[in-house]
């Protein structure tokens, strides 16, 4: 079960509670109903916080509170709930729907209804129980400040005359940042969404540098490599059945009766036993996935926090490709090929012995193998070309070797993340939204956010990349 869908359940069933002049009235009057909306709306804090959950990229909890706060005139204590799992929230959720249905007939289709588009502003405006809706669904309250329980706590009546709760208006000053005192203008970023937080131990200076530096070296290696498969896989060698050293020979078992002509790639005699099945749209897609990476990393930092960090996808990608890289053309013997162990002739020859093996084939001889490769493939070998290749494959090898070991540099340096700070981060966070929902001010310590004029800078130098590309557009066309 997602938290995404649960909470879009949980917000269209509360929308739709609270358009219900009936429902609605009856949070002022049912405590059981008012107890299972307010657990439902502490249920959405969770789902944000701990699940990172939202419905068209806005949070809906505290336009809830805030409605909730102003149809029943109390200060209520919302909080999230500790550990609270998704198939928990999602049966808060059910028990309510099931409750509405009971107690007052509104079916589970009318509570889920999406045909209203669910908004903040929707919401406000959903947030008042008038006195003609409390002589129709309910009883006539008093003014005057009184006191009421759930569960056992006591609740303060505000009184009737107050139509919006004292939630804290001075917190965009502290933070500079939009605040929750103008429901519908957004809330407090929880920590992790807010460029100010900063959730590692340690900054890797010149971090941009560092991703230079691992795009260089990922794509050196992706280009010697797409040279080295188009070298080794074109121009083949081709072997027909009717040359002499093969008509008469052993060597014809291999060919089956309506084969003609067997064709070797070249990487055959370097003993790359794998290249032989590389798709060059399989290639294609290596080199899109180069170029893309390589891009994401030389350009310029996106948000604060990665001018001192890497993101592990990065880092992830480009031990891919050299992994590709490697099982694609050194799986075989060819390091002991280049290194002249091994000849061309005993990769043919063993070659042509697995393809014989693989196909119970039995009784080619050394002899008409010998003859083959002399005849046929020796002749057409160019000396340059293997020199070029061999050249390749050894600076292919060192770059990839330089790259295995940059990249385990580059997984101790990188920063990794502060639990200790993101629990502590959080933990002030939902202080926050708690004495918030119930109209208090509270400052979150500001010592777990970076200083604002850091951010600011970074920001501003940002802004003048983008304004300066657009202009840059702009003459072009």
Do not use: H
């Amino acid at each position: 079960m997602e938290a995404q869908s649960v909470y879009q359940s949980v917000i269209t069933s509360l929308f739709n509670l609270i358009k219900d002049e009936k429902l609605r009235t009856n949070v002022l009057f049912d405590l059981d109903l008012r107890k299972k909306v307010i657990a439902n709306i502490n249920n959405l804090l969770a789902l944000e916080i701990d699940y990172q959950a939202s419905f068209k990229d806005e949070k809906y909890s505290a336009a809830f509170a805030k409605a909730v706060v102003n149809i029943t005139k109390e200060k209520i204590k919302f909080e999230k709930p500790d550990q609270k799992a998704i198939i928990d929230c999602y049966a808060d959720y059910s028990d309510m729907i099931t409750f509405c249905l009971n107690l007052y007939g509104i079916s589970k289709e009318t509570l889920s209804n999406t045909s209203i588009e669910i908004t903040t502003k929707e919401i406000s405006l959903n947030s008042k129980v008038s006195e003609e809706m409390k002589k129709k669904y309910g009883e006539t309250t008093s003014n005057s400040e009184t006191k009421k329980t759930i569960d056992g706590k006591e609740i303060e009546i505000v009184g009737a005359t107050s139509d919006k709760p004292n939630f804290n208006g001075d917190y965009n000053k502290s933070f500079n940042q939009k605040g929750f005192n103008q429901m519908g203008e957004g809330f407090p970023l929880p920590p992790l969404n807010d460029q100010k937080f900063f959730p590692f131990k340690t900054k890797l200076k010149n971090a941009y540098w560092f991703k230079v530096a691992l795009a260089s070296f990922y794509s050196f290696s992706g280009l010697t490599y797409l040279i080295l498969v188009i070298l080794l896989n074109t121009n083949s060698f081709n072997l027909p059945k009717s040359a002499s050293s093969i008509a008469n020979s052993t060597f014809s078992k291999l060919y089956g009766e309506n084969v003609e002509t067997l064709s070797l790639a070249k990487s055959l005699l370097f003993g790359i036993s794998y290249s032989q099945n590389i798709s060059f749209y399989l290639l294609a897609f290596n080199f899109l996935l180069l170029f893309y990476i390589s891009y994401i990393m030389i350009k310029p930092p996106a948000t604060y926090k990665e001018q001192f960090w890497i993101p592990w996808l990065n880092i992830f990608f480009a031990g891919v490709f050299i992994f590709v890289n490697l099982i694609t053309l050194y799986l075989g013997n060819v390091i002991s090929v280049i290194a002249g162990n091994v000849s061309y002739f005993d990769n043919f020859a063993a070659a042509i012995k697995n393809t014989a093996a693989k196909n119970n084939i039995s009784g080619i001889s050394d002899e008409d193998i010998r003859r083959v490769y002399d005849e046929l493939i020796a002749p057409n070998l160019k000396d340059n070309e293997l020199k070029a290749i061999t050249a390749l494959l050894w600076l292919n090898f060192i770059i990839l070797m330089l790259s295995i070991v940059y990249i385990v540099v580059l997984v101790i340096l990188n920063p990794k993340y502060d639990r200790e700070k993101i629990l502590y981060a959080n933990q002030e966070y939902q202080k926050l939204m708690s004495e918030m929902m119930q109209g208090r001010t509270y400052e979150m310590d500001r010592s777990i956010y970076e200083p604002e004029i850091n951010v600011q800078e970074f920001i501003n130098k940002k802004n003048e990349r983008k304004n300066k590309n657009k202009e840059d557009n702009e003459k072009d066309n």
